[in-house]
């Protein structure tokens, strides 16, 4: 399937979208946790969490497209749009190399891309024509904000306790 | 997990229209009611804090379709690109491409080094004693160490470690294959991996024992370059460490934090005008299984650790290709780039890296061709006995290395911070940033100390070539060949032109940094200008020990 722009999609699109980058993020996060459960404990059972945390919204919004739509018939994903909604990724090609991951690291890691996905929706949210979608984009970036906020204030916890 | 369950009710709770949803289609739940009656809760209808804050202010400031938000900076970075140009090679040399791609690719290079490598170790053992009438001596120091300083390091990056015959048998214990791969999974990678599988400690993550590590082969060059039973031992040592390191620890131990080689290639591969690298940044994001550092079917993990979707510089990337068959999108790539594009030391250890060998440039300068016998004496305890003279010179460099050149160092930088005071940086970003100035003055320093070496000596590799073993053969008729300094009288004048360039790259790739950790162009002139000053002197100071 060719590349298409987000723009492009339908809701029902978006929503199966969105079920695969939570999928797709579950399955990263997972890959970190286990990168890093030797170098930096406190690290991976955060990426575990939030790995676990991932899956769990995926199958919150695949029970809101049955809902909405019924069994699904298709996917859409990550790789079937040309735009990065979210992804989480190291930040430093080295960190295997030297031992630079922590707790502080990996939750700036994950605050980057949720940051991203809050602000794909709602910058979407601004150009979505049609008032179905514009809903469903405003709810998905509040979506995201949950786990941003959660993030902060355990970044800010720890900022305390240093 | 207890915060993350308030935030997903906070998210529940979130709905502000109630379900007012009014799209097509049957639905009439909004999706955060659906999403709250799927976990069978009820949305309350109030806004979370951040959510009543958020809206128009909050949002993106461009009010068009939306666009990639994903960190662009980011492979940008990656690819090298601080305005700079890049040729994909393999988009330009596909059969590069399919060659990197064979599985049997890294097995076949090596296989000849290897061979010639063990080749070597029966020379030193039954060849002739005398250094320059050995194959192994001057192959190794000589012909291979000017090739690896004046070519592949500049050109080729950590080419050498490709076909390096070291981890050979590491590597083969780990892996249990020579050509193929095995998918499998241990720990996070998608291997099957065999051997080591500890993490290597914590506290040794870093290139401390590299740094010393050299730093003791140097002390011992003398002896190195006219003992080849001395250098069989070294390699031998350095073979069982590689061995054995790949019996405990995963990976290669070894070449990230032991191997002297690697440590001064992993250096001066920052200069080198090639680089591997991610093609599309998206596409790494995008990627689920990160399979360039964690494995596949097709390619080993990285066995380096390096994740070459957020690589930024050549130092810790030993080139063994494994990537670009692991990479399930085809998206690595070799790139020819310009002289000196990685500009970033990250750490002290890598600062003193850069003092380390720029200072034993100027020793090995001075031992080996310098007209000081009474140094020449000093390193070659064996030969003099003289061990007092010995741990003199040797604690003489140490000094050197380890406080001498950075504390020289430390004044300039913190001359520059106080010229800058419109904008204060920590002296710890100047240090290391600046010390990155030490990298291509240094490699120019090496080279310029590396052409003597071949040119004067370079006869005697003619000879050895042809009665290795000094059996009183004569495979290629070349082994009565006199010994011949070429152009003798030129070479002060050739060294003097290569550390002229090897200052010129210096000053300007100073400035990059300096420009790169500044706001203000005039703060980062201020900043460099000292660190300039005291490039110059240093330049001088080789400058006067190749031509006086």
Redesign the interface.
Known sequence: MPQQSFSELTAEEVLLLAIDVERSNGIRLRTFSELFVDYAPDAAKLFAEMADEEDEHGRLLEATYKRRFGEAQRTVTEDDVQEVIEAHDLDDGEHLVFDDMNLRRALQIILKAEHQAEAFYRQATRAASDPELEELFRQLAEFEDGHVQWIETRLETLRESA | ?S??K???K??QS??R?GG????????T????E??A???GEKADGQQ?P??AQ?G?A???A??????????RA?PAA?AGAQGTWRINLFETVPLLKRIMKLRSFQFLVVLPNVLVFYLFFAVALFGNPMGNQNLMIMIVWILWWFVLIVFLVPFGSRVWCTVCPLPFFGDWIQRRELVRVRPGKT??LKNEFHGGTR?WP?KL??IWMQNIGFLAMALFSALLVTRPMASLFVFALMVAAATIFAMIWRLRAFC?YLCPISGFLSLYAMTATLELRHVDG?V???C???SC??GSENGWACP?????????RN??CGLCMECVKSCPSDNISLFLRPFGTDIHL??YDEAWKAFIMLVLAMVYSITLLGPYGWVKDLANVTWTGNVVGFLLYSLCIILACLVVLPIFHLIAISAGRALAWKEKLSRKKLFIGYAYTLVPLGLFAWIAFSFPLLLVNGSYILQVVSDPFGWGWDLFGTAEVPWTPILPDIVPYIQTVIMMIGLLYAIVKGYEVARSLYQERQSALWSFAPTTVYLCILTSVFLVFFTG
């Open positions: 997990m915060d993350a308030e935030t997903q906070d998210l979130a709905d229209d007012n949803s009014q799209g097509a289609g049957p639905p739940m909004s999706v955060a659906m999403l009656a799927a976990r979370s951040k959510a958020s128009p909050e949002s993106v461009t009010p068009a379709l939306p666009k990639p938000v994903a960190d980011a990656a720990g996070a993490p914590k993550r870093n990230n998206d790494c994001l995008k689920k299984d990160k550092l964690t380096w650790g390096v994740y070459v979707g957020k690589l930024d130092n810790y990250k750490h």
